[in-house]
Structures are given as structure tokens and as C-alpha cells.
């Protein structure tokens, strides 16, 4: 979930970038292009997760709920009741490795996790007061940000279930000061992370915790970003742009995750729509359109694919991208 303010900095250069020829991302002919997750007032959608089988799920940042479907389907269904299990408001959603379903609880300050059947196996408190906003998953752990208190939790996380959240980095240990931390990946090694505040990125040791901010090529410096979405070397951020314009930015990482260089940025989603948060159906995009510049928005509230973002990723990176997906149900 974004601060709700505009940027006030806009693009003021074009994105030129030397790459081979691109080709438009492969579409499913038969997968709608739309989804309706919700048309209950005041839902407002924010995170969304999408396994190898095509299950979907979508959260909502205005009441709890959580819906489910297929990519195959245009409309999704109510999976867990807004305000079940005290999950008033609900944002980051990742499906772990054994297909169990964790979901950032925002103003809860609760982490939630939940076999397929929607039945509870934990939840995790943090501190009074946190925004528990999106998470990234290693083997053994699940890393957490805060909005709040803009600092970083970290929960142990194997098959036999969810441990307790503590800090992990504190907001004084991270430099230049963070004032509005949201997305965030990992490859096991290094965590990225998106400071909406101050337009940075983050790279976080694992092991050592030491901090530094991604250095970056084009596009004016600027990668940050609401949802990221990790494949290999490409980084993706749904960026806002400044004028309530949101797009879609693709950057390709270094070996060693210092530098980034900015390749393209998708069309901008429509006018109010808000995109938020990324997931990988096949070899499309998909964002959530969270309108929470105009919150809580008009139903239906919904999802689509992510406009005009070319694939340009070289060829040695396909094959080690195209097994990066949640786990199914």
C-alpha cells in the first residue's frame, strides 16, 4: 500500500535504453484481460498474489476480505469474510512453498497465516500500532515492513508453522532515514526494499544487516515502488509516476544487486485507478487497481494486465524466470 499522496516530481526525460528487439509479453488468448474482484462498497483491493495453477487471490485494504479465483475466470469470490479472525484491513498476500497463505494484516499489526481451506494456523502479532504492508519469503523466514514505524519484522517460517515477529532492523539503523517503507523481495541472500518517501530502494544484507540504496541508471534515478515483483534479474515497481499517472517500471539488476538499470515503464493504468501491487500470470502482469487516490473508490474494484510493458529480457535470463511462481492449491 502507497502513502496517500501524489509525487510531485514527474518524469522529465523520455527512457532510453539500448536493448534487442522486444517483443509484447505472451497473453493467455483465453484468460480475460479484466477481473472483478469485489463490488461491495468500500473494499478497496491492494495485494495480490497468483500461483503456478492460476489461482488468484486479492486482499482488501478497506475491510479485511479476501477473495480467490482463477486467471481463467472473470470474477473472483469471497474466500475469508472481512473482519474473520479480527483482520479488519488486509494487504500484502504471498503464497508460501507448502501452499500455505500468508497475509500482512496492515493496521492490524498482525501477520496471518492460513492453510487452502482458509482455516487459521497462526497470527502473529507485532507492535501496537505498526502497518504491517508487504513481505518477502526465504527458506526459513518471512522479512515484513512497516509503514508505520518504518522498520523491518522478521518471523521464522518452516512446515511446521509461523513463529513470532520481532524487529529485525529498526528505523535508526537504516540510512538515509525511512519515511514510508513498502515493497519488498528477497533472493535469500539480499532483501530489496521501496522507500516511497524519499524515492529509493534499499539493499539489505541478510546476513550482516548493513544498508545501502540501490544505485540507478536512467529514468533520473528513481526506482521505488508500492508492489515489487522479483523474476531473476528483472526487478519490477509499480511506480508512481507524479500526477496521479502510475506505471509499471522494469529494471535489470547487477550480479551483485548494486546497480540497477532502468529498460522501460508500462502505459500508465487508467485515470484514479491507483495500481498497487504485482503478480506473474504466465508470461503476463498483472496489477490491482487499489483506487485509493479516489479511496474507497466506485466498484467494481478490480484487476488487470499491466498495459504495454515489453519483454525485454535476454535470452539467457527466460528459462531461469519462467519457474519463479507461488505454490498452487
Not at 140 to 166: F, K
Request: with cysteine; charged share 15%; hydrophobic share 35%.
Amino acid at each position: 500500500m502507497r502513502p496517500r499522496r501524489i509525487a510531485t516530481a514527474a518524469l522529465t526525460a523520455a527512457i532510453a535504453v539500448a536493448v534487442q528487439p522486444a517483443t509484447a509479453l505472451a497473453n493467455h488468448p483465453s484468460h480475460p484481460s479484466t477481473y472483478v474482484v469485489s463490488t461491495t462498497p468500500g473494499d478497496t483491493p491492494e495485494g495480490i498474489a497468483v500461483t503456478c495453477d492460476g489461482t488468484m487471490y486479492v486482499t482488501s485494504v478497506g475491510t479485511g476480505a479476501v477473495y480467490r479465483g482463477s486467471t481463467r475466470q472473470p470474477n473472483l469470490r469471497p474466500w475469508l469474510p472481512a473482519g474473520s479472525d479480527g483482520r479488519t484491513s488486509a494487504t500484502g498476500i504471498h503464497v508460501d512453498r507448502w501452499g500455505r497463505v500468508l497475509i500482512a494484516g496492515a493496521s492490524t499489526s498482525t501477520l496471518y497465516l492460513y492453510d487452502v481451506r482458509g482455516r487459521l494456523l497462526a497470527a502473529r502479532k507485532a507492535q501496537e500500532g505498526s502497518f504491517l504492508n508487504d513481505f518477502a519469503i526465504t527458506t526459513d523466514a518471512v522479512y515484513v515492513t512497516d509503514s508505520a514505524h518504518n522498520q523491518i519484522w522478521r518471523a521464522p517460517l518452516t512446515a511446521r508453522g509461523l513463529g513470532n515477529l520481532e524487529p529485525w532492523l529498526t528505523r535508526d539503523k537504516i540510512q538515509p532515514t525511512p519515511y514510508f517503507l513498502n515493497g519488498i523481495v528477497t533472493d535469500g541472500r539480499t532483501l530489496l526494499v521501496g522507500e516511497q518517501g524519499q524515492d529509493v530502494t534499499y539493499r539489505i544484507d541478510l546476513l550482516s544487516k548493513q544498508v545501502s540504496t540501490l544505485a540507478i541508471t536512467g529514468a533520473n534515478g528513481i526506482l521505488s515502488g508500492d508492489g515489487y515483483l522479483l523474476e531473476g534479474s528483472r526487478l519490477y515497481a509499480v511506480y508512481n509516476a507524479g500526477g496521479g499517472k502510475y506505471v509499471t517500471r522494469l529494471a535489470w539488476l547487477n550480479r551483485d544487486w548494486t546497480e540497477a538499470r532502468i529498460l522501460a515503464d508500462s502505459s500508465p493504468g487508467a485515470a484514479n485507478s491507483t495500481p498497487t501491487t504485482l503478480a506473474k500470470d504466465g508470461g503476463r502482469l498483472l496489477w490491482v487497481n487499489s483506487q485509493l487516490d479516489v479511496a474507497p473508490g466506485t466498484p467494481p474494484y478490480t484487476v488487470s494486465v499491466v498495459p504495454d510493458l515489453r519483454n525485454v529480457m535476454p535470452e539467457q535470463d527466460v528459462a531461469r524466470s519462467k519457474n519463479l511462481c507461488s505454490v498452487g492449491w
